[in-house]
């Protein structure tokens, strides 16, 4: 994830209906907000990573994770599925004000970013 907002945002609730996190890359508590590189001058946003896996054969993965803004402007939520047979999907709400964009989720090795901006 990467927040281009200057608005820090603080995990709310994340679970995975299916498989299991990346040994400890679970959804981090905080994802801070857009900075300046003191060497550059240039914007950089504040970034998150987490990870999550089929654990076995044939089980895929499913999650959802959501964040609040730490301003009150409400929260964002995201969900993934990646089965063991069929097509991936991905899904994201922003709160007003905000918009979310992200990739296609491709195939059985799926990464998404997904960025987070102002309207």
Sequence with gaps: MQNWTGV????????????EWSGDQVPPE??????????????????????????????GVEGNCDYNADNGDGNFHMFWDNPAEGGNSFNAQAPPRYQLFWGDPGG????ITIDIRRN
């Design 8 to 19: 820090p945002w603080t995990r709310h609730t994340f679970s995975l209906d299916h498989g």
């Design 30 to 59: 905080h994802i801070p907000r857009v900075f300046l590189d003191p060497v550059t001058g240039d914007a950089r946003p504040g970034t998150a990573f987490f990870k999550s896996e089929s654990d076995g054969l044939n089980t």
């Design 108 to 111: 059985g090795d799926a990464h």
